[in-house]
């Protein structure tokens, strides 16, 4: 079956500018997670999804970021007025949701933005 | 705050050679869960094994092995056998009993593993 898509594969953009990434994740898994990776910071939690809802935002670096998550399904992370140190690949993951179902996370391939 | 520390960034072996990776991590929760993953060239994340913080036995699939010892808080994880398709970053992981946040992971720095022929 299809997996946690991610789009773009990769993403260039000039420092000031907003990105858009985009999670598909796993048919029918109401639970999403926004992990972003850089070389800096290793692998680190962003957000949470459950449903919709955003239980768990205390991973997004500054007010520069922001998600949603439309219909239990396709989440889009923003990132206004890019910044250098933006450059990363960001991972999203998905999962059952609560319960030992949620424990098993499903990670897409990434999305790597630099920021010239 | 939990925390997963990787003490090697990087390992070396010649093939056939094992390779244990060490995994240490800090919790206050009693129930939590330790994971492996494999991060290949590629990039996309690999689930290896994952354990619950009431299960210490070890576990073996083929030739990757686990040691789980809760007294020391690690959970260490041994290629026996490496072969050239072994080479990847890997990363232990940590999660807390799903409460409001889920069951988002906190992972260790990473090992990256390089078998050579």
């Known amino acids: 079956g299809a997996g946690v898509s991610q789009s773009p594969s990769n993403k260039v953009t000039e420092k000031g500018k907003d990105v858009e990434l985009r999670c598909d994740p796993i048919s029918g898994h109401t639970a999403l997670y926004w992990y972003r990776q850089s070389l800096g910071q290793g692998l680190e939690f962003l957000i949470y999804f459950q449903g919709n809802s955003a239980p768990d935002k205390s991973g997004l670096p500054s007010d520069r970021f922001s998600a949603e998550r439309t219909g239990g399904s396709v989440s889009t992370l923003t990132i206004q007025r890019t910044q250098q140190e933006d450059s990363a690949v960001y991972l999203c993951a998905s999962s059952l949701g609560k319960g030992l179902g949620g424990l098993q996370q499903y990670f897409g391939p990434g999305t790597r933005l630099t920021v010239t | 705050a939990q925390k997963v520390t990787q003490a090697q960034t990087e390992i070396s072996v010649v093939e056939k050679e094992d390779v244990t990776l060490d995994c240490v991590y800090e919790?206050?929760?009693?129930?939590?869960?330790l994971f492996w993953y494999k991060q290949p060239p590629s990039g996309e994340l690999v689930f290896l094994i994952r354990?619950?913080?009431?299960?210490?036995q070890n576990e073996i699939s083929g030739r990757y092995s686990w040691n789980f010892q809760k007294s020391t808080s690690s959970f260490n994880f041994t290629i026996t056998a490496s072969q050239v398709v072994d080479s990847a970053v890997y990363f232990c992981?940590?999660?807390?009993?799903?409460?409001?946040?889920?069951?988002?992971?906190?992972f260790g720095g990473g090992t990256r593993v390089l078998v050579k022929p």
């Open positions: 354990r619950n913080s009431f299960d210490e």
């Open positions: 919790t206050r929760d009693t129930t939590y869960y």
């Open positions: 992981a940590l999660s807390e009993e799903a409460k409001a946040a889920g069951n988002k992971l906190t």
